[in-house]
T-cell receptor, first 112, second 113 residues
Framework: QKEVEQDPGPLSVPEGAIVSLNCTYSNSAFQYFMWYRQYSRKGPELLMYTYSSGNKEDGRFTAQVDKSSKYISLFIRDSQPSDSATYLCAMKGNTGFQKLVFGTGTRLLVSP | DVKVTQSSRYLVKRTGEKVFLECVQDMDHENMFWYRQDPGLGLRLIYFSYDVKMKEKGDIPEGYSVSREKKERFSLILESASTNQTSMYLC????????????FGPGTRLTVL
C-alpha cells in the first residue's frame, strides 16, 4: 500500500463548478500537508499548505485536513479553464530532516 | 523570486551513454532534490542533498549518482543510460529542512533509445 493515495482522474468539470480533490494517507506522523499544481510541461508549484488539522482558505481555494481520518481535500470554487492542471498532494512530518511524500496527482480538466 | 533552472528541457540519449542532468538554484538553498515523474507513479525521490558535498539516497537511487560540489548546483548522473530511465526528471530546492515549500525546476524530459 502506498503511503499516500490519490485518484489520478482525469476529473472533468464545467466552468463554474465546485471541484473536490482528495488524498488519503497512512502515516500518522505527517503534520504538514501541501497541494501543488502542475501545468502541462512545467514543474509543480506550491498552491497551499496547512499544518495539522483544520481548514485554510485562499481566494477560490480551500484546503482541509482531517487527521483523525487521515484524509485531506482541496476545494476549488468557481472553477476556471485556467485551473486545468494536475494537482499533487504532498505531506511530511515535523521532526528532523523530512522529505516530502507525494501523491500521484489528479488531472483536472475544466471545460468552458 | 526563487529560480530553479535545469540544463535541458528535452534530451535524447542512446542506451549505455553517460548522461548528466544539471540543476542550478539562485537562492542559496541548503537542500536540493532530484525526482523522476512517471504516469501512475507520481514523483519519486532519487537522491537529495542536505548541503554542499552531502548526499543521501532517496527511494529509487539504483542506476543514478549525484554530485554537489557547489551549493547552487546539483547534478544527476546516469552512469549507463537504459530505456527504463526514460522519464521526466525534476529538480527542486528548499531553504533548509525546517521549511516546507520546495521550489521546482521546469523539468527535463529524457528519452533513452
Amino acid at each position: 500500500q502506498k503511503e499516500v493515495e490519490q485518484d489520478p482522474g482525469p476529473l472533468s468539470v464545467p466552468e463554474g463548478a465546485i471541484v473536490s480533490l482528495n488524498c488519503t494517507y497512512s502515516n500518522s506522523a505527517f503534520q504538514y500537508f501541501m497541494w501543488y499544481r502542475q501545468y502541462s510541461r512545467k514543474g509543480p508549484e506550491l498552491l497551499m499548505y496547512t499544518y495539522s488539522s483544520g481548514n485554510k482558505e485562499d481566494g477560490r481555494f480551500t484546503a482541509q485536513v482531517d487527521k483523525s481520518s487521515k484524509y485531506i481535500s482541496l476545494f476549488i470554487r468557481d472553477s476556471q479553464p485556467s485551473d486545468s492542471a494536475t494537482y499533487l498532494c504532498a505531506m511530511k512530518g515535523n521532526t528532523g530532516f523530512q522529505k516530502l511524500v507525494f501523491g500521484t496527482g489528479t488531472r483536472l480538466l475544466v471545460s468552458p | 523570486d526563487v529560480k530553479v533552472t535545469q540544463s535541458s528541457r528535452y534530451l535524447v540519449k542512446r542506451t549505455g551513454e553517460k548522461v548528466f542532468l544539471e540543476c542550478v538554484q539562485d537562492m542559496d538553498h541548503e537542500n536540493m532534490f532530484w525526482y523522476r515523474q512517471d504516469p501512475g507513479l507520481g514523483l519519486r525521490l532519487i537522491y537529495f542533498s542536505y548541503d554542499v558535498k552531502m548526499k543521501e539516497k532517496g527511494d529509487i537511487p539504483e542506476g543514478y549518482s549525484v554530485s554537489r560540489e557547489k551549493k547552487e548546483r546539483f547534478s544527476l548522473i546516469l552512469e549507463s543510460a537504459s530505456t527504463n530511465q526514460t522519464s521526466m526528471y525534476l529538480c527542486a530546492s528548499r531553504p533548509g529542512h525546517m521549511y516546507n515549500e520546495q521550489f521546482f525546476g521546469p523539468g527535463t524530459r529524457l528519452t533513452v533509445l
